[in-house]
């Protein structure tokens, strides 16, 4: 299963992680973890994974790999407003594009973490 948390943390918290990742890594000290995508507050978050988007990504996830135009139609949504929020999707690592230019949902699990301090 291919794994992505989403969380909020803030820069310092972000680079002390990033650092000892890095510390982990130049000792050789490698294991299989879920992607993780961090968000500095929690309406950054939400202002990314919106209702909407989040039908669109279970959409295509269900559908598998498809153009802008077959998701707009599968979700009965306009064409322009998918294609700014598959955009926004893609940009922000949840969507990916396939060899043929279709977008596709790699994840078969996304989770979201957050703190209630976390969110101020």
Known sequence: M????????DTDVFFADAEEM????DRGQTKSAPARFA???????LKVLTANR?????ALRHLGPASVRALSKHLAR????????VALLVEAGL???????LIYVP??????????????
């Open 78 to 85: 306009d064409y322009r407003g998918v294609h700014a929020d």
């Open 95 to 101: 969507i990916a594009r396939d060899s043929d230019g």
């Open 107 to 120: 994840w078969s699990r996304i989770a979201a973490e957050m703190a209630l301090d976390a969110a101020a």
């Open 2 to 9: 291919k794994e992505v948390i989403l969380h909020v943390r």
């Open 39 to 45: 968000f500095e507050s929690m309406e950054g978050l």
């Open 22 to 25: 890095a510390r982990r890594l």
């Open 54 to 58: 989040w039908a669109l990504l279970r």
